[in-house]
């Protein structure tokens, strides 16, 4: 059974957000059954649970009426920005397969309402998006933004789509399916028994290209903001740290990244040097970054998280982790997870006075229905 009070990011929230502004609804209207406030989900770190995100979906569908395809559209804008220590992990993925693997867990913790399941066979691959239970409009739009989303942040990765098939939906057809087509390169077959994409099954192994330049470039901010939050660094030291950002999911080596700053590697150790660092000290510091934000806010396995941070094998990222935090990467993923529990749990018993004036703790008290 779905979760209702499972909290996310509010990633989800923000798209609704816009959608509504673009069809003249105020956000007083938008959040109506709520005390959810536009400042409270644009806050750092916000979180909303299932059952509010339902209910500003309701409210939107209500305004809306039935624009054919609007979760579609909702979809469209769920770019792997919104997504964080998640979008480094969709970086790093080298097949389809990897993508696939990590998009099943992202997007359930992101806007999926009910379940993603793959399936495959020697010819194709199969992706069935289990809705919850929910009355027909709310199951459709809930539907069509998890296959249109998914969709978006394969073509942000890799700038090209999905080798989809066939597209299956359990609605009626709607009278304008040129937004169905759009998004997903076929016209769907309607009244199906199941909400699924059917992917060619014979690319799901093959190599992917590098990531697209807009992936690349929202994934390298966010580690150059993370990295100068925990140690500013200035001089040929950051010079090195951004060209090792540059492409998060695949760390250069010394000789390349001596080659993209138009020196030798003998003079980028020098230089180095009398900065009172090295280069396998600045690598060392993105990877641990990279490491924590991954273990933190994903649940990539080891074996996922050395192939992400450049290592042949799991065993040699353990060593490093051990080095950098004294403990192993699992141990430090289950301590930080602790933790967060117990910070949602304090925040469960503030005061009514308290919780409105942070912007980040909101009410749970809405049903889905």
């Not at 913790?109 to 010819?123: K, M, P, R, S, W």
């Not at 000789?255 to 003079?267: C, D, E, I, K």
Request: charged share 25%; aromatic share 6%; glycine share 8%.
């Amino acid at each position: 059974m779905f979760d209702w009070d499972f909290r996310r990011g509010t990633a989800g929230v923000h798209v609704l957000m816009q959608l509504a502004e673009e069809r003249g609804l105020d956000p007083d209207r938008c959040f109506a059954g709520t005390t959810l406030t536009p400042e409270a989900v644009l806050a750092p770190d916000a979180e909303v649970t299932a059952r509010q995100e339902l209910r500003v979906v309701r409210n939107l569908l209500a305004h809306c009426g039935d624009e054919p395809g609007l979760g579609l559209e909702a979809g469209a804008r769920h770019h792997i920005s919104l997504y964080g220590p998640w979008g480094l992990a969709l970086v790093g993925s080298r097949t389809v397969r990897e993508v696939v693997e990590v998009a099943l867990r992202c997007l359930e913790l992101a806007f999926v309402f009910g379940g993603l399941v793959f399936e495959e066979d020697t010819q194709e691959g199969r992706l069935v998006v289990e809705s919850a239970e929910l009355p027909a409009r709310l199951r459709t739009f809930l539907t069509e933004r998890a296959m249109a989303g998914l969709q978006t942040i394969v073509v942000d990765l890799f700038e090209t789509a999905l080798p989809i098939r066939r597209v299956l939906l359990r609605d009626q057809a709607p009278a304008e399916i040129i937004r169905y087509r759009d998004t997903f390169g076929v016209t769907p077959i309607f009244d199906a028994t199941a909400d699924l994409i059917v992917i060619d099954g014979r690319g799901l192994d093959l190599s992917l290209p590098r990531a697209g330049d807009w992936a690349r470039g929202s994934c390298e901010q966010l580690c150059r903001d993370l990295l100068d939050q925990r140690a500013p660094r200035a001089g040929v030291a950051a010079e090195v740290r951004d060209v090792l950002v540059r492409d998060p999911g695949r760390l250069p080596d010394q000789s390349a990244v001596a080659g993209g700053l138009f020196m030798s590697p003998r003079t980028l150790s020098r230089r180095l040097n009398e900065e009172r660092t090295s280069f396998r000290a600045l690598l060392d510091e993105v990877r641990q970054m990279m490491a924590e934000e991954l273990l933190t806010h994903t649940d990539l396995t080891t074996e996922q998280l050395a192939a992400r941070l450049g290592y042949a094998e799991a065993a040699s990222f353990i060593r490093a982790f051990r080095r950098w935090k004294g403990c192993p990467p699992q141990e430090f993923r289950a301590h930080r997870t602790s933790v967060t529990k117990r910070r949602i749990s304090v925040a469960s018993t503030w005061s009514p006075s308290a919780a409105q004036t942070s912007a980040l703790k909101i009410s749970t008290s809405m049903s889905p229905r």
